[in-house]
């Protein structure tokens, strides 16, 4: 499989909710979702990279942004589905959904952008020029 069709491929990750994941209202908890989301990714860059602790570089989280759109509660199913929606100088932007597996309900819309750094120097790199013909 080449590059580009690793990254344009859409990973789902399968969670489910555990009761100290749950606040006082038995929804779970708004901060735990970035978790959640955390997981998709890094399942994602494991499906490119097989090895993540040995990349010359560093991925690294800049920004984030959630929209919550339901809520999920203990035991639930959730899938959080994971993509690259954009490679530019430096920086790489996922998208990330979390739905009900079951209901199919959308819970929460995410993005994110990372950052690369150069893994001796911890400088800020562009993104090597294979991953960005590949993604293009």
Not at 121 to 129: A, F, L, N, Q, Y
Request: charged letters at 25%; proline letters at 1%.
């Amino acid at each position: 499989m080449r590059f580009k069709e690793k990254l344009v491929k859409k990973i789902k990750t399968e969670i489910r909710v555990r009761f100290g994941e749950c606040d006082y209202y038995q929804h779970v908890n708004n901060t735990v979702y970035m978790t959640y989301i955390n997981i998709g990714l890094s399942d994602y860059l494991r499906s490119i990279w097989k090895d993540l602790k040995n990349l010359p570089y560093q991925i690294h989280i800049v920004h984030v942004g959630i929209d919550f759109k339901a809520s999920a509660t203990f035991d639930d199913t959730l899938i959080v589905e994971t993509w690259v929606s954009k490679v530019g100088e430096s920086s790489i932007h996922f998208q990330h959904t979390i739905s009900n597996k079951e209901t199919g309900v959308m819970i929460v819309e995410a993005k994110k952008i990372c950052v690369l750094l150069d893994t001796k120097t911890g400088i800020k790199i562009s993104v090597p020029e294979e991953l960005r013909k590949e993604a293009a």
